[in-house]
Nanobody, 124 residues
């Protein structure tokens, strides 16, 4: 599976961005999808995930109520709508997918496939 993330950029605090991740090479509907991010000098952290079967979602506490993950299996795409952005949201955002994830492990970074990352910069 190949993943291509896009949509990053520079935005002012309080603004919005929509990230997209396009997949190829697999049956997209069979995969749990997730977004992680890595800020400079920090470890990669979980942002959001959408479970392959039920479509149930999970969010990190830091983004709950501001970010929304969605999927379009027909277009092999997963999105991350980011609203009310804060400077601390500045990071490289990565999409990831996996076929074998169970719900209790959605936030763990052991996903099988990763995109290349897209940079989000939020200015104050």
């Amino acid at each position: 599976v190949q993943l291509q993330a896009s949509g990053g950029g520079l935005v002012q605090a309080g603004g919005s961005l929509r990230l997209s991740c396009a997949a190829s090479g697999g049956t997209f509907s069979l995969y749990t999808k997730a977004w992680f991010r890595q800020a400079p000098g920090k470890e990669r952290e979980f942002v959001a995930a959408i479970f392959r079967n039920s479509g149930s979602t999970l969010y990190a506490d830091s983004v709950k109520g501001r970010f929304a993950i969605s999927r379009d299996n027909a277009k092999n795409t997963v999105h991350l709508q980011m609203n009310s952005l804060k400077p601390e949201d500045t990071a490289v955002y990565y999409c990831a997918v996996d076929r074998t994830k169970i719900y209790s492990s959605l936030s763990h970074p052991d996903y099988a496939y990763w995109g290349q990352g897209t940079l989000v910069t939020v200015s104050s």
